[in-house]
């Protein structure tokens, strides 16, 4: 992508995919026995991302997301636990697609357990009790499922669409 303004088109329409994707999100209940497990769609947009531009831009597209959905539909509390899980699991994602090494199913589910673990350090921190991380183990499992899943969904849109200049 050459030129800017295309580029800061797609951005914008991977924020509004994204809320969309954390909107609906919210009507499908997973969280059966431990709170917090989610199927994470708005990450397809994030490994869409990384894979067809850039870990920056979708850092960029995360960060105005979670801001936003804590903003519309959350509280302060939502906005720190997204934000570590965000931030956590970027950073994950940036460095395993720099290792050429992974592809974007498991790259998604390396995000997903990362975010996973964000929200938990998070959990800690803003609750004092670290007897929360009993739920850990539970989350890597639910993370990796749902990561799988959304990573096999997101490699096929990086297949099927392209991004001309």
Same mark, same amino acid.
């Given at each position: 992508m050459?030129?800017s303004?295309?580029? $800061?088109t797609?951005? @914008?329409?991977s924020?509004a995919?994204?809320?969309?994707?954390?909107?609906?999100?919210?009507? &499908?209940p !997973?969280?059966v026995?431990?709170?917090?497990?989610?199927?994470?769609?708005?990450?397809l !947009?994030?490994v869409?991302l990384?894979?067809?531009?850039d870990?920056?831009?979708? /850092?960029?597209?995360a960060a105005?997301r !979670?801001?936003?959905?804590?903003? $519309?539909? @959350?509280?302060?509390a939502?906005?720190?636990?997204?934000?570590a899980?965000? !931030?956590?699991?970027?950073?994950?994602?940036?460095?395993?697609?720099?290792?050429?090494r992974?592809?974007p %199913? @498991?790259?998604?589910a390396? *995000?997903? %357990?990362?975010?996973n /673990?964000g929200q938990?350090i998070?959990a800690v &921190?803003?609750m004092?009790? *670290?007897?929360? /991380?009993?739920w850990f183990?539970?989350?890597v $499992?639910? @993370?990796? %499922?749902t *990561?799988?899943?959304?990573?096999?969904? *997101?490699?096929?849109l990086?297949s099927? &669409?392209?991004?001309k200049?």
């Amino acid at each position: 992508m050459k030129t800017s303004t295309k580029k $800061l088109t797609l951005l @914008g329409i991977s924020v509004a995919a994204a809320m969309v994707l954390s909107y609906i999100e919210t009507f &499908i209940p !997973v969280s059966v026995a431990v709170p917090g497990i989610k199927l994470g769609l708005a990450n397809l !947009v994030t490994v869409f991302l990384i894979y067809k531009l850039d870990w920056k831009s979708a /850092a960029a597209v995360a960060a105005i997301r !979670v801001l936003l959905t804590a903003l $519309l539909f @959350g509280n302060a509390a939502s906005l720190a636990y997204s934000a570590a899980g965000a !931030v956590l699991s970027l950073l994950v994602m940036a460095l395993i697609k720099s290792t050429c090494r992974f592809s974007p %199913v @498991g790259m998604s589910a390396a *995000g997903a %357990v990362a975010h996973n /673990a964000g929200q938990i350090i998070m959990a800690v &921190i803003l609750m004092g009790v *670290g007897e929360i /991380a009993y739920w850990f183990p539970m989350l890597v $499992l639910s @993370g990796t %499922v749902t *990561g799988l899943a959304t990573g096999a969904v *997101g490699a096929i849109l990086i297949s099927k &669409i392209p991004l001309k200049d």
